[in-house]
Nanobody, 115 residues
């Protein structure tokens, strides 16, 4: 059984920073691409960042240069370091992976950025 357990989010002022983490179990973590998605109020869930098994990273344009995704294959954990946060970054953040045709999601973490 695949489990993705996320850290808490929080409330931060614009310009501030926050780091999210997601611990995985039930998969051979190092072999899987890990993703962070977010769902803003009234908007569809969107892919924010991804990191492949080879540590290749991709970001949506809205966060490129401000967010950094990383992984620790010893701790089976993926991180999202978010700097220079903006009110538009407010939303629920989900870690995600896909295994054998199935999607697995973390429980979601609320991030609120105040202006």
């Amino acid at each position: 059984q695949v489990h993705l357990v996320q850290s808490r989010g929080g409330l931060v002022q614009a310009g501030g920073s926050l780091r999210l983490s997601c611990a995985a179990s039930g998969i051979n973590f190092r072999l899987y691409t890990m993703n962070w998605h977010r769902e803003a109020p009234g908007k569809q869930r969107e892919l924010v960042a991804s990191i492949s098994s080879g540590h290749d990273k991709n970001y949506t344009d809205a966060v490129a240069g401000r967010f950094t995704i990383s992984r620790d294959n010893v701790r089976n954990t993926v991180y999202l370091q978010m700097n220079n946060l903006k009110p538009d970054d407010t939303g629920v953040y989900y870690c995600h992976t896909r295994s054998r045709g199935y999607d697995f999601w973390g429980q979601g973490t609320q991030v609120t950025v105040s202006s």
